[in-house]
């Protein structure tokens, strides 16, 4: 039978799972694979399974356990393996990568920052800013010709994502020093960054407070969504 995998700790990790379940419907009971070096927490793989709120809530709720007593290597909901002595087996294969991989994210957390930016006012930015864009506007305005409207759209897309990547950096930059590392990943189409940082539990306070102070000195303009404490997903 497949093997639903949750999170991947030391062998000598603590393993508190009284009174927590699997996933499924009825709810998998959750049992533990060892070798000499890691344990990893599985159950039975369900059959279609899908995002529910219940099954992801009883995922979630195996990983905040485990990462309350150390370092654990969170596994995305929905990791199935083929079976449980498959899984052993990955564990002694990989198994200095996985506890080198637990060194690093002992003791921090993950927090993930999306950042967007008013449209129109960038766009402002750019009138102002750029003088071909702006007399290209111009000329288009009064003329109306169907080339000059294909170059105006594709200079200010152009110009658009090199902002929004410039941005992005700038971002990045300033936040690095109060995280351990980051991880960028693909932002949505009304946003210029999608960035995931490992932050020292010890130091997440003065992580948010430094997300905070980059907010307000980019003004209204610009949205700040950070999420966290979460697992470290994004560093496993």
Do not use: C, W
């Not at 030391?10 to 694979?33: E, F, I, K, M, Y």
């Not at 506890?99 to 102002?128: P, S």
């Not at 003329?143 to 200010?156: N, T, W, Y």
């Not at 539990?201 to 905070?212: C, G, L, N, S, W």
């Amino acid at each position: 039978m497949p093997t639903y995998i949750y999170a991947i700790t030391g062998a000598g990790h603590p393993l508190p799972l009284n009174g927590l379940h699997g996933v499924g419907d009825p709810p998998s009971a959750l049992r533990t694979l060892h070798t000499e070096r890691l344990a990893a927490v599985v159950s039975d793989a369900p059959a279609g399974l899908r995002a529910k709120r219940r099954d992801v809530m009883a995922h979630q709720n195996v990983l905040e356990a485990l990462m309350a007593s150390g370092a654990t290597l969170p596994m995305r909901f929905g990791l199935v393996g083929p079976g449980d002595d498959e899984v052993t087996a990955a564990l002694d294969r990989e198994a200095d990568a996985y506890r080198e991989r637990l060194t690093e994210l002992d003791g921090r957390v993950e927090y993930n920052l999306k950042a967007g930016r008013d449209e129109e006012d960038l766009l402002r930015e750019i009138m102002t800013e750029s003088d071909e864009i702006r007399q290209l506007n111009e000329r288009t305005r009064a003329q109306g010709g169907h080339e000059d409207r294909v170059a105006l759209g594709e200079r200010v897309a152009n110009e658009v994502a090199a902002r929004h990547r410039r941005e992005a950096e700038d971002i990045a930059a300033r936040l690095a020093d109060a995280a351990a590392r980051s991880s960028h990943a693909e932002p949505a189409p009304q946003q210029f960054l999608n960035l995931s940082f490992l932050v020292s539990r010890a130091a997440t306070e003065d992580f948010v407070a430094a997300v905070r102070r980059e907010a307000e000195r980019r003004g209204d303009a610009y949205s700040f969504t950070l999420t966290g404490p979460l697992p470290p997903y994004s560093f496993v």
